[in-house]
């Protein structure tokens, strides 16, 4: 008997876990990944995840205080 083991991806760029690592999100109560590349992206424009990522259009960009 062998064991199917689940393989995550980015859920921008599609990158499997296998070829970079993926941090594990949870958003409105759903799991998703994103790779350390693309992390960026989901702290200083989550509108460019806006139809990868459920509600993304509810995340206000980081903004920094100076």
């Known amino acids: 008997m062998s064991e199917t083991q689940k393989i995550y991806h980015c859920l921008n760029c599609n990158t499997s876990e296998n ?3 993926l941090v594990n999100l949870v958003y409105t109560g759903k799991q998703a990944f994103i790779c350390s590349n693309c992390l960026p992206l989901l702290i200083h ?3 460019k995840l806006i139809g990868k990522l459920d509600g993304a259009e509810n995340i206000a960009p ?3 205080e100076n």
Do not use: G, L, S, V
Request: glycine share 0%; proline share 22%; charged share 20%.
């Open 45 to 47: 424009h989550p509108q």
């Open 19 to 21: 070829d970079i690592p």
């Open 62 to 64: 980081f903004q920094e």
